[in-house]
């Protein structure tokens, strides 16, 4: 195919920071994680959530909560009891 894109070809879809696809490579061991990085991967993951369902307001405490379970999980910490 002369000039053009491929058929049948897509690109990979680009990961989200903060989500499971964004963590890295199966079998790779992370470097630990500061507070404050960790705090930027939430924010970004609630960001990102809010984004797909069009930043209607009300959830944000919901967004952030479950932002943070999936980075933790992401970086292997438990989580925390209350």
Do not use: N
């Not at 990085?37 to 209607?56: D, T």
């Amino acid at each position: 195919m002369a000039g053009g894109r491929q058929r049948g070809k897509r690109a990979a879809p680009r990961a989200e920071p903060g989500t499971a696809r964004a963590a890295g490579r199966a079998g790779t061991q992370a470097a630990p994680t500061s507070a404050e990085a960790r705090r930027e991967m939430i924010a970004r993951a609630a960001y990102f959530r809010a984004e797909r369902r069009g930043f209607a307001p009300g959830r944000e405490l919901e967004d952030w909560l479950e932002a943070e379970a999936e980075v933790d999980a992401q970086l292997g910490l438990k989580p925390a009891r209350g």
